[in-house]
């Protein structure tokens, strides 16, 4: 099972009511940040997640409020004794930021390893899959669709046919090639995994859609919570709510969860209803906010 | 009047309940912040303080606790439509490090003047005179002793002794030098102002008790609380209280506020009594605590 928290919710300023947007996904024990703005270390306590268990982050752009909480999360990362590696990953750049802002926190007990992200690049960690897509802001800015694989069934059928002894099924059945067999010979169908696709601070585009299509849960942006105000998204490369829905309707996602609303929209709940018509189930983001995805049966 | 406001009074990582430690002064509408770690454009809202009257920032050192979060408290200044020059004060490096940390914060609508300070190097603004003094931490680290200085009285014997047009002496008790006279021939001696010491993440020094020596308030550390903890106060290059009472005891402020407390602290009033004990009437700092300094009558 893979639990999704949104650790903050807030856009371009923190509110003393609200943390800068940043999501934490974990599966198996392994901890996935996506962004970490201001505040971000204190937002994932806040949210019950363990600040030690984050192996990879990724950040989807260079501003402020998506990065400049990374020296204080891996001082105090470092400070609760990880001693293994961290990865960042983001746009092309990365590795420049990530030393920059890191110039307050000399003396980590662990390594960083920075992974510049170009469009449709994938990285794995632990039984995460992530796959950057560019999207469109006053910067470069990716997207990430994340995905958790799942083996098919072990076939006994199919492991006589192929002549296994019984002696290695076991061993197959781990995913370990043996003897000159390997695991496939084995195993059925592969099974459908899970799947998040998170894109914030961008206009709606395509590609978002294609990367949402039939996704367990699509994270997106909406700045702005009214139509009226999609001059001024369109100004400051962002999204109305209105819009967010305009691509789970092509994307067709399983769950819709909105984020990244502006310091200016202090209750975002007043977009329930509107929200409800435009896509029956989305959800509303709120700091904290945590879900449980499961494999199917 | 002169407001001071510790906006947060933790040491090294920052807590769910508590700020990492900042000051904030106030005189005539002017604010002078000293350091700013991850949080504290929240811990200055929170503490009803303006972000855009701060017109210049002392920084101590150049830990992730005392400067990781000005590029997001620059950044919201900016937002809030800040158009003059702020000025960053903070030892030898400060330019540098202003301009790593500020990567993440590229299109700020006002300048930044950044002043490297040595020891006894003064610094003014509006009307606080700042004089910086190296104190004793693992890095290179300033305290700052701060004054606000008040003129004497109007004196119109001396005026007339002086021979001085009646029709000038508005003028010149302004300040302002007027047809060959100047101010100091209409003006009695000068009175006493107001003056605070701020020292945070060090060991005991001679000078930071030299500065204090009579100070209105001398704000400092108390990292740990109990006497036992002075090893690792030691090796830390921090304070006990104990320690700052010592220190307090050889400076004879009018007050003593204790901040920086180590996050593995959660309640410092659990030392009040300890506190009493040492130096009558000193005052165990808290996010949000704030008081009014008056000159004397």
Known sequence: MLDVTLCGTGGTTPRIDRHLSSAYLRFDGHGLLIDCGEGTQIAVKKAGMSLGKIGTILLTHFHGDHVAGLPGLL????????????????????????????????????SIECVPMADFDTLTYKDFSVTAFEVYHTC??????????????????????????????????????????????????????LHVTYATDTRPTDMIATMATDADLLITEAMFGEEKKENRAKETCHMTLPEACGIAKEAMPKRLWLTHYSPSMPEPELYAETLEKLWPGGKLGYDGMTETLRFEE
Do not use: H
């Open 140 to 193: 470069p800015c990716l997207g990430y669709d994340i995905r958790i694989s799942r083996a098919g069934r072990f076939d006994p059928d199919k492991a006589k046919a192929n002549g296994i002894p019984v002696k290695l099924w076991k061993t197959l059945q781990q995913g370990i090639p043996v003897d000159g067999f390997t695991p496939d010979m084995v195993m059925g169908e592969s099974r459908r995994g």
């Open 75 to 110: 001082l105090t990362m470092g400070n609760e004794g990880r001693k293994e590696k961290v990865t960042i990953a983001g746009p092309k750049g990365v590795a420049e930021i990530v030393k920059a802002l890191t110039v307050c926190a000399q003396e980590l007990p662990f």
